[in-house]
């Protein structure tokens, strides 16, 4: 969103464009969605035209709103967890590549 508004960064949106005005924003791209959330939509859109094809009243397709995918359903998270996880998977993945060795 950043750099669809003409940001070339977070910090430089936050400072020259006014929480109101983003809200606006966030609210328009809701209703229209455009960018990659616009290419999320089509794609929902041509799954939900696919998987009716084959779909019957006893099982008719999902709702629409389920095949777009949301990406900001979880909170973000801070960066001790993104290391802890970084910290988890490498410790998992150098155990199996270390079975692998022996």
Same mark, same amino acid.
Request: no cysteine; charged share 30%.
């Given at each position: 969103?950043?750099?669809?508004?003409?940001?070339?960064?977070?910090?430089?949106?936050?400072?020259?464009?006014?929480?109101?005005?983003?809200? #606006?924003?966030?609210?328009?791209?809701?209703?229209?969605?455009?960018?990659?959330?616009?290419?999320?939509?089509?794609?929902?859109?041509?799954?939900?035209?696919?998987?009716?094809?084959?779909?019957? #009243?006893?099982?008719?397709?999902?709702?629409? #709103?389920?095949?777009?995918?949301?990406?900001?359903?979880?909170?973000? #998270?801070?960066?001790?967890?993104?290391?802890?996880?970084?910290?988890?998977?490498?410790?998992?993945?150098?155990?199996?590549?270390?079975?692998?060795?022996?």
């Amino acid at each position: 969103m950043v750099a669809h508004l003409g940001f070339k960064t977070v910090g430089e949106l936050e400072r020259d464009l006014p929480q109101e005005e983003f809200e #606006k924003w966030v609210i328009l791209r809701d209703r229209e969605p455009w960018g990659v959330y616009r290419l999320d939509f089509l794609f929902g859109l041509l799954r939900h035209t696919l998987i009716g094809q084959w779909s019957t #009243k006893e099982n008719p397709p999902p709702p629409l #709103k389920d095949l777009i995918p949301r990406w900001d359903i979880d909170p973000p #998270k801070t960066r001790e967890q993104l290391e802890a996880e970084a910290d988890e998977e490498w410790a998992r993945s150098s155990a199996n590549f270390i079975d692998l060795v022996s």
